[in-house]
């Protein structure tokens, strides 16, 4: 049961351009959401994040946007430059004693030149 | 300067051994962390530990097993009973919250020929 899906493997976007990628979410009890940025064979590195009290979060060229009664969460990235590109997991958790973070599959991001 | 490390980056192993990843944090973080990434499959959570001497498992432990015997070292060891062990792990720590990212390692790619 993936209680945090991103439904796009991958995304090609020019350089200068809007990068948006999507994730949805199932578990109502979530209140934490994190994008992640990932090269390949490096570990993730956080990116912003957001909590369920608000519904945007804003952090130089990287805006998260959160919908709740959608259960949906967006990252964009403008302008969107060669470097952007990597894997973009979100990430979500419920709070509680553990508190454990839920990826998503993952988008790759192509930002072309 | 702090962080978490992980080794080795590259690991080959034959088919019935066992194998222990390291992982090391000198960021003084209570909560660790094991993660496994299979291409399109995300993030999954392998084991987790909140403080020393205690853990517990996360969403595919089987054939796998950790220990917190120092706060700085929570290594992970994939035993033959783990069916697919090639994957790329990564270990991951946070200070003792209720929220708040999660910091990771540079990954161990393990191959079993």
């Known amino acids: 049961d993936q209680q945090v899906k991103q439904n796009s493997p991958s995304l090609s976007v020019q350089e200068g351009r809007i990068s948006i990628l999507n994730c949805d979410y199932t578990?109502?009890?979530?209140?934490?959401f994190l994008w992640y940025k990932k090269y390949p064979a490096e570990g993730p590195t956080f990116l912003i994040s957001?909590?369920?009290?608000?519904d945007k979060n804003e952090d130089g060229r990287f805006t998260v946007f959160l919908n709740k009664s959608a259960k949906h969460l967006s990252l964009h990235i403008v302008p969107s430059q060669p470097g952007d590109s990597a894997v973009y997991f979100c990430?979500?958790?419920?709070?509680?004693?553990?508190?454990?973070?839920?990826f998503g599959t993952g988008t790759l991001l192509a930002v072309q030149p | 300067d702090g962080g978490i490390t992980q080794s080795p980056k590259y690991l080959f192993r034959k088919e019935g051994q066992n194998v222990t990843l390291s992982c090391e944090q000198n960021?003084?973080?209570?909560?660790m962390y094991w993660y496994r990434q299979d291409p399109g499959q995300g993030l999954r959570l392998i084991y987790y530990?909140?403080?020393?001497?205690?853990?517990q498992k996360g969403d595919i432990a089987e054939g796998y097993s950790v220990s917190r015997e120092k706060k700085e070292s929570f290594p992970l060891t994939v035993t033959s009973a783990q069916k697919n062990p090639t994957a790329f792990y990564l270990c991951?720590?946070?200070?003792?919250?209720?929220?708040?990212?999660?910091?990771f390692g540079e990954g161990s790619r393990l191959t079993v020929l």
């Open positions: 991951a720590s946070r200070p003792y919250s209720y929220t708040g990212e999660l910091f």
């Open positions: 578990n109502s009890m979530f209140d934490y």
């Open positions: 957001i909590s369920s009290i608000k």
């Open positions: 990430a979500a958790s419920g709070g509680g004693a553990t508190n454990k973070l839920i």
């Open positions: 960021l003084n973080h209570d909560a």
């Open positions: 530990s909140q403080i020393v001497n205690d853990f």
